[in-house]
């Protein structure tokens, strides 16, 4: 059974190399198909990953749960899914992106069905773990199709692009979690987004492809005459598993320093996604739609700093963490304002939510790109998922810390605020040491 499962996810082999007018012509080609499909697909992840924190409230009424059990959930597919990335992330490393991806993500999309089928708390922790887990099949074969299909000095503009698809899935999860919990019940949420993904899967399917060599054109390197100093003979060797673990990961100290920043990002970042919609149902007033559009405000307003601030760490000679230091200092002033605006001002929340996402998601995305920087293209999905490791290890503290503050009345949420001040000075303080990093090679 395992020797037929490496067989089919095995890396595709090389084909011999096509005539120079045919790698020109289809290279760009190859290119679009490969941002593309990973761009959809990693969006439909979120779909049937971010859908549970919008009907949280709704969920726990109708089954009784209060917030420290939600929060219990939440945790525990956080600390799956860092597992999940960082596991799946080594396996994907030496697999084909365009099979083990659409795999994922059909999955994710059946255990979506069940959770939504099930009014059992045990099985909805089992599950929503074991989703977080499976979720881990997303990241890393986007990273290594745009590692092999994209030159480390168009990394930070491609990166940011594609990062995007965390905005679009994130908030297009909540739109239709919103839309289907308001058709169906708080199970809509889960059935609704899981036919989405299995549509999606199959989508990937006939437009992802492996390495360039796959489908007979040259090295990315070699199409961009765009090598780093440091590449050899063997630049294209599929790596050992002690190469991969040891070298490129325990040995890496500039590693681990943009894992423990990232850390702490990712406790403000899941912050609102987690809790947000709850917090402004409880705080604010907010009705289920308004905490739907919470979600979508903070998802949708990172695109466009997303793309800006991807270009601007190339032009800063790789130097993401200086970038993303710049933006974690706004995010606090943020949220002192949405923590100081009274209730009968959702616009003005809206306002403060659509700051956090603007400045937040640079961050994400050039903390996973750093992780690339500082590894190889045939690491990527190990380097990033051990830098996801560490984020969703931050997502797990925040999402179950979160929920025993909300819920304990000496405590509530003025806690939960203060407490998200605290960990964006230290994500700041962080990547203070951070500040002169740039790509090796």
């Known amino acids: 059974m395992f020797r037929?499962?490496?067989?089919?996810?095995?890396?595709?082999p090389h084909r011999e190399r096509l005539p120079a007018d045919a790698v020109n012509k289809l290279y760009p080609r190859y290119r679009w198909s490969i941002l593309e499909s990973t761009f959809i697909g990693y969006a439909v992840f979120y779909v049937v990953r971010n859908n549970l924190s919008v009907v949280a409230r709704e969920m726990g009424t109708a089954l009784h749960y209060d917030h420290a059990m939600i929060g219990d959930i939440l945790s525990v597919a956080a600390i799956s899914y860092g597992l999940g990335k960082f596991l799946m992330g080594a396996v994907s490393d030496r697999c084909n992106p365009q099979r083990f991806m659409p795999f994922g993500l059909v999955l994710t999309a059946l255990i979506n069905f069940i959770f939504g089928s099930v009014e059992s708390y045990p099985l909805h922790v089992a599950l929503w773990g074991l989703n977080g887990f499976v979720q881990g099949m997303g990241w890393p074969p986007c990273g290594r199709s745009l590692g092999h299909w994209f030159s480390v000095r168009e990394r930070g503009a491609i990166f940011s692009i594609w990062n995007i698809a965390h905005n679009v899935g994130g908030?297009?999860?909540?739109?239709?979690?919103?839309?289907?919990?308001?058709?169906?019940?708080?199970?809509?949420?889960?059935?609704?987004?899981?036919?989405?993904?299995c549509i999606g899967a199959a989508y990937i399917f006939t437009r992802l492809h492996d390495t360039p060599q796959s489908v007979?054109?040259?090295?990315?390197?070699?199409?961009?005459?765009?090598?780093?100093?440091?590449?050899?003979?063997?630049?294209?060797?599929?790596?050992?598993?002690?190469?991969?673990?040891?070298?490129?990961?325990?040995?890496?100290?500039?590693?681990?320093?943009?894992?423990?920043?990232?850390?702490?990002?990712?406790?403000?970042?899941?912050?609102?996604?987690?809790?947000?919609?709850?917090?402004?149902?409880?705080?604010?007033?907010?009705?289920?739609?308004?905490?739907?559009?919470?979600?979508?405000?903070?998802?949708?307003?990172?695109i466009p700093s997303t793309v800006l601030m991807g270009w601007l760490s190339d032009r800063a000679g790789g130097r993401r963490g200086m970038v993303s230091l710049l933006c974690m200092v706004p995010i606090l002033f943020a949220f002192v304002g949405l923590h100081l605006n009274p209730p009968g001002r959702l616009w003005l929340d809206m306002v403060f939510l659509g700051v956090i996402g603007f400045f937040v998601y640079p961050p994400v995305m050039l903390l996973g790109v750093a992780a690339l920087d500082m590894s190889s293209k045939k690491a990527v999905g190990i380097a990033a998922g051990f830098v996801g490791l560490f984020g969703y290890a931050?997502?797990?503290?925040?999402?179950?810390?979160?929920?025993?503050?909300?819920?304990?009345p000496a405590y509530g949420w003025d806690a939960v605020l203060q407490s998200m001040y605290a960990a964006t000075v230290i994500a700041i303080a962080l990547l203070a040491f951070t500040w002169k990093i740039r790509p090796r090679g």
Do not use: C
């Open 171 to 197: 908030g297009v999860a909540g739109v239709v979690a919103a839309w289907a919990a308001g058709q169906w019940g708080w199970s809509g949420a889960f059935i609704v987004p899981g036919i989405m993904a």
């Open 4 to 12: 037929a499962a490496a067989q089919f996810f095995r890396p595709a």
């Open 394 to 408: 931050g997502r797990t503290i925040q999402a179950k810390g979160l929920g025993l503050l909300a819920g304990n």
């Open 216 to 302: 007979g054109l040259p090295p990315v390197e070699e199409y961009r005459n765009d090598y780093p100093s440091e590449v050899n003979e063997d630049h294209e060797r599929e790596l050992s598993t002690r190469e991969l673990f040891v070298d490129h990961v325990l040995n890496n100290r500039r590693l681990w320093l943009f894992a423990f920043a990232n850390l702490f990002v990712y406790i403000v970042r899941y912050s609102m996604l987690d809790w947000g919609p709850t917090y402004l149902k409880e705080v604010k007033h907010a009705t289920l739609a308004g905490g739907g559009l919470g979600v979508f405000v903070l998802e949708f307003a990172g």
